[in-house]
């Protein structure tokens, strides 16, 4: 069983970490370009870091000021076992917070079951983002 603990980050302090699960999981597993991973909107982001027991970093993910969920990762080895689900329940706890109408996010096909028990709905059709299927999906806060 892991276990792990949830903290918000922010990419001056944090980006070493969150960049290790992003480069792992979006560059190096699923081969997304490194150019186009990164942007200009990491540092104005609430960042969320999950670490495990011994202090190293297992998932990552961001919420933007728009209410624009994205870069939700978690290492292979930690999948399955409820990090994904608590770092988007923390964000969505964040958005509540800050009295955001909504969230949006562009799920990966594969994951739209995964975002659904959470009562994101799909609006719009499939796309392709950095060659991989997506799709929009929304939800009222």
């Not at 970490?17 to 979006?26: A, K």
């Not at 659904?116 to 999906?137: N, R, S, W, Y």
Request: with cysteine; charged share 25%.
């Amino acid at each position: 069983m892991v276990t792990y603990t949830i903290r918000t980050a922010n990419w001056q302090d944090d980006g070493h970490y969150l960049r290790i699960v992003r480069e792992t999981v979006f560059i190096k597993e699923q081969n997304i370009p490194v150019e186009l991973e990164w942007d200009e909107f990491d540092s104005g982001c609430l960042h969320l870091l999950a670490i495990d027991q011994c202090g190293w970093p297992i998932g990552a993910a961001r919420l933007l000021p728009d209410g624009h969920i994205g870069r939700m990762a978690v290492l292979k080895e930690s999948r399955g076992k409820g990090v994904g689900g608590a770092m988007l329940r923390r964000l969505l706890d964040e958005a509540k917070k800050q009295h955001l109408p909504q969230v949006v996010l562009n799920a990966q096909t594969v994951a739209v079951g995964f975002y659904k028990k959470f009562g994101f709905q799909v609006t719009g059709e499939d796309f392709l983002d950095a060659g991989i299927p997506h799709v929009k999906m929304v939800r009222g806060i």
